[in-house]
């Protein structure tokens, strides 16, 4: 279980480490908003969201996942690559959106007991028609932020995912 992150002090943590995450790598500046379920629903003109999830294995075990819009991962690429602004998913996309949240799991792993593992970055498009219909799933947390090009949320789960 991953209770440690879920400290007021660790919450801080990863506050900060999405923020730096986002700065270092890409030069946007992202900023916290309070939960409210209005925050974090995308903008109904985005076909699908995109999400990357790193999982916690051996003496912690759960994952941690960023949810954002299309936007924000082609902005993202975009900046991070030097590459034109990507107009669909593409591996340039995985690729840069694999590396935030490699980023992000692996500066909060240090949070975590030292048997504590990582794997590799699961990176893909959520379907439109699985968007807002889904099982709910067991979060311990939703950080919800919001950046000049849209919202994101990083959700911390007590589960491993299902492969995508």
């Given amino acids: 279980m991953l209770a440690e992150l879920l400290t007021p002090e660790n919450i801080d943590v990863q506050i900060t480490v999405a923020q730096q995450a986002f700065t270092v790598l890409a030069d946007i500046e992202v900023f916290p908003v309070p939960p409210a379920p209005e925050l974090v629903v995308l903008d109904p003109n985005e076909i699908a969201d995109i999400r990357a999830t790193i999982c916690y294995m051996g003496e912690s075990e759960g994952s941690i996942r960023i949810e954002c819009s299309p936007s924000i ?21 995985r ?3 694999g590396e935030l949240i490699n980023t992000i799991g692996g500066n909060l792993k240090g949070l975590l007991p030292a048997g504590t593992r990582i794997n590799t970055p699961l990176v893909f498009p959520q379907p439109a028609d699985k968007l807002h219909h889904h099982e709910p799933e067991p979060q311990l947390s939703c950080l919800n932020f919001n950046s000049q090009f849209g919202p994101f949320r990083i959700v911390l789960l007590d589960t491993l995912p299902d492969a995508a």
Avoid: H, K, S, Y
């Fill in 73 to 93: 991962a082609f902005a993202f690429t975009e900046r991070m690559t030097g590459a034109e602004l990507p107009q669909a998913f593409n591996e340039d996309v």
């Fill in 95 to 97: 690729d840069a959106i």
